[in-house]
């Protein structure tokens, strides 16, 4: 696997694989790779003759009060588990090879990104549409996989792509947990012992609302009343949003039909985590 850290770089390997006929594969990362990320390298790897994989803290995507200066990175052991999903090339640029200190440009997207994340973290969504469309135009892949644990994410992306004509295919990954039912998150390194534990409280919530959904409740307020209720009964968590939103749109529904994203954001002690289902009714 080669690890290189230029535009230039990036652009010349995948011409070759181009001429050679070679379909490519990309998965974008912040880096700090752990088993969600694997899963969907590993994916990428079976679908593909060659997979990209993005390491790159993107700093437009975080706000001015977010954690981008202390975000954990560990390019050697991300080179390793890259190596070991079967990654042909792992592209980690520095900032100033991503963005120019006089850019003009970014990409914005209406709908789609004003609720859920987008409500508390207003620029979030532009920084990321902006640097994927950036890896996109630098990568040309076939397909790019994202994970569903980002799942306002996914659904703009799809969008975008829909919305721009990007001639790629967008693959939604599973999320892959810890045994405790926790969403792996890079994030989660941030936890005390305490609130590891405390952390539970976010799947086990999300699961008295999927069953029941399951057992047939169509009241969507009813189901965000339970999930509530349960997280608050955890003294370490803190609410930032518990909403069940339309997943192609979105936007809130009232009744529970069609793919519906129930979506959580809750703070523990002072790290954010997200975590969702989707259900098809
Ligand atoms: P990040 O490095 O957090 O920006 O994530 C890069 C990609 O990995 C995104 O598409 C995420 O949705 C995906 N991802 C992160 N955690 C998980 C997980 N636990 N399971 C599946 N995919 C994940």
Request: aromatic share 6%; charged share 30%; proline share 4%.
């Amino acid at each position: 696997m080669q690890i290189v850290k230029t535009i230039g770089e990036v652009r010349s390997v995948v011409k070759q694989w181009k001429k050679e006929g070679l379909s490519v594969g990309l998965v974008p990362t912040m880096g700090f790779l752990h088993e969600g990320h694997k899963s969907l390298i590993e994916r990428a790897v079976k679908e593909n003759d060659r997979v990209v994989v993005s390491d790159f803290v993107n700093p437009t995507q975080f706000g001015p009060n977010e954690d981008l200066a202390s975000y954990p990175r560990d390019l050697d052991r991300d080179a390793k588990l890259c190596e070991e999903a079967g990654a042909a090339l792992l592209f980690n640029p520095e900032p100033e090879e991503m963005y120019y200190e006089d850019r003009t440009t970014s990409v914005n997207m209406e709908g789609l990104t004003k609720e859920l994340c987008g409500k508390s973290r207003p620029i979030h969504f532009s920084g990321v549409c902006t640097v994927v469309s950036k890896l996109f135009h630098i990568v040309t892949p076939d397909r790019a996989y994202f994970g569903q644990k980002d799942a306002q994410q996914l659904a703009v992306i799809k969008r975008m792509v829909r919305d721009l004509n990007f001639d790629i295919e967008i693959v939604g990954c599973p999320i892959i947990r810890e045994e405790d039912g926790l969403a792996k998150s890079s994030r989660n390194t941030y936890l005390s012992e305490e609130e590891r534990k405390a952390a539970v409280i976010l799947n086990q919530s999300l699961k008295i609302g999927k069953e029941m959904i399951e057992k047939g409740e169509k009241d969507a307020a009813k189901v965000k009343e339970a999930i509530v209720k349960n997280l608050t009964t955890e003294p370490l968590a803190k609410i930032d949003y518990v909403e069940i939103v339309d997943f192609n749109t979105i936007e809130p529904i009232t009744t529970i039909k069609g793919s519906v994203l129930t979506a959580i954001a809750v703070y523990i002690g002072k790290t954010r985590l997200i975590d969702n289902f989707i259900v098809n009714i």
